[in-house]
């Protein structure tokens, strides 16, 4: 996908509303999950998915060049 094309998404309000939501609700999911592991590698896993939602979180800053 284009710069131009990921540029639309994130500075549509109404796109970027609603992506935000879901990643914020997959985040919350991944948290419960979180608490109720007792596996090392799970909760390894668990961590990479959360960090990977919170980087497409930060999507927008990092497109629009940090403002």
Do not use: Y
Request: hydrophobic share 35%; with cysteine.
């Amino acid at each position: 996908m284009s710069e131009s094309k990921i540029k639309m998404f994130v500075n549509n309000p109404e796109l970027w509303g609603s992506f935000v939501e879901e990643v914020d609700t997959r985040i919350a999911f991944c948290h419960k999950q979180l608490e109720q592991m007792d596996d090392s590698t799970s909760i390894h896993r668990l961590q990479g998915e959360v960090r990977s939602l919170r980087s497409l979180r930060m999507l927008r800053d990092k497109v629009n060049g940090g403002k």
